[in-house]
């Protein structure tokens, strides 16, 4: 399995932007603690970071075809893009929202979502394991839809 992990604006900030809300560790640290956490599960992960509104969506269309799903965390542009989830919508392919925080429980502008209704599902304010859960969840959406694909 192979998953392409995109992390929106200004989370290339960890651990120097309010650390009250997202810790102290770094993207460099949330990227370690994903990849050992898949590497033995046979779960390949690139990761990609971009301040850059159609950056991202160039990295979502440039999965096609090379990664079997995608887990986003859009930052703000959760709340702000409609490009973003046409561009996933576009791809076909199974994501899952992660953020580090939960924004539901956040300012008034941050509970709502555009990506969230193209994802498989949302994982929310469990810090770096929000990351692990959506690893899970997308391995099992793969996992089920090529047990379909084997029984056709």
């Not at 990761?47 to 990664?67: P, T």
């Not at 793969?142 to 084997?150: D, G, R």
């Amino acid at each position: 399995m192979k998953f392409l992990i995109i992390n929106g604006p200004n989370l290339n900030m960890l651990g120097i932007r309010e650390p009250e809300i997202y810790g102290k560790e770094t993207l460099d640290d949330l990227m370690k603690y994903v990849k050992n956490y898949c590497d033995p599960r046979d779960i390949d992960v690139q990761f990609f970071q971009s301040n850059s509104e159609g950056a991202i969506i160039d990295a979502i269309q440039g999965a096609l075809g090379k990664f079997d799903g995608i887990i986003i965390n859009p930052a703000a542009y959760t709340h702000t893009s409609i490009a973003i989830p046409d561009a996933i919508r576009a791809v076909s392919m199974p994501a899952v929202e992660v953020h580090l925080s939960d924004i539901t429980d956040r300012e008034d502008f941050r509970k709502t979502s555009y990506t969230s209704s193209v994802c498989i599902a949302t994982v929310k304010g469990k810090h770096f394991d929000s990351y692990l859960d959506a690893v899970e969840i997308l391995a099992s959406e793969v996992k089920a839809t090529a047990a379909m694909h084997t029984e056709e």
